[in-house]
């Protein structure tokens, strides 16, 4: 079944913080799927979500007229040199870019949904590249908000999102390579 992507804007992220806060504090337990879309709905000043889903309605545009984004398959293929056969990356590229695209890479091969030590993480990174520079592309994943890690550095968890298209093309690539 297919999804309606809707969107969600605020003028102001503080007070929307400060509001979604306000109605998580005033629960004794955590809140279901839909009361959680209510709650952020009410967060952004309209009254539900079936009612910020009517305003998404009226204002969007036809599913048709919307432009698909498409991956760049020259960046693609360029990154993916960065890679050998193995899929371990050889080389830290030099533009902030493609840097970007090869932590994609990384994290997908680093496990989803668990919890590491930065020993468990560096050891994964170090079998994952050539270069020698675990501590690098640790900082880059938590920098680039592809990892978290507790205040104190003992605990590290892979954010689950979806890679962007071009990123994502870049991962199949290396993978079948």
């Not at 709650?39 to 998404?56: E, K, S, T």
């Amino acid at each position: 079944m297919s999804r309606t992507v809707i969107p969600l804007q605020t003028q102001d992220v503080s007070s929307f913080a400060k509001a979604l806060r306000a109605q998580l504090m005033a629960r004794a337990a955590p809140p279901s799927h839909v009361e959680l879309l209510n709650m952020l709905a009410r967060a952004v000043g309209r009254r539900n979500f079936q009612d910020l889903r009517a305003q998404m309605d009226e204002t969007a545009p036809p599913l048709a007229s919307m432009p698909k984004e498409t991956a760049d398959l020259a960046v693609v293929e360029r990154v993916a040199r960065c890679f050998g056969p193995e899929g371990r990356l050889t080389r830290w590229p030099a533009k902030r870019g493609d840097q970007i695209l090869a932590l994609w890479v990384l994290w997908s091969k680093l496990p989803a949904r668990e919890e590491a030590t930065e020993k468990q993480i560096s050891d994964q990174l170090k079998t994952l590249h050539d270069f020698g520079d675990h501590a690098l592309l640790r900082r880059e994943l938590i920098e680039l908000g592809l990892f978290s890690r507790t205040p104190d550095c003992r605990a590290y968890r892979r954010i689950e999102q979806a890679p962007p298209v071009t990123a994502a093309a870049l991962i199949s690539r290396v993978r079948t390579a």
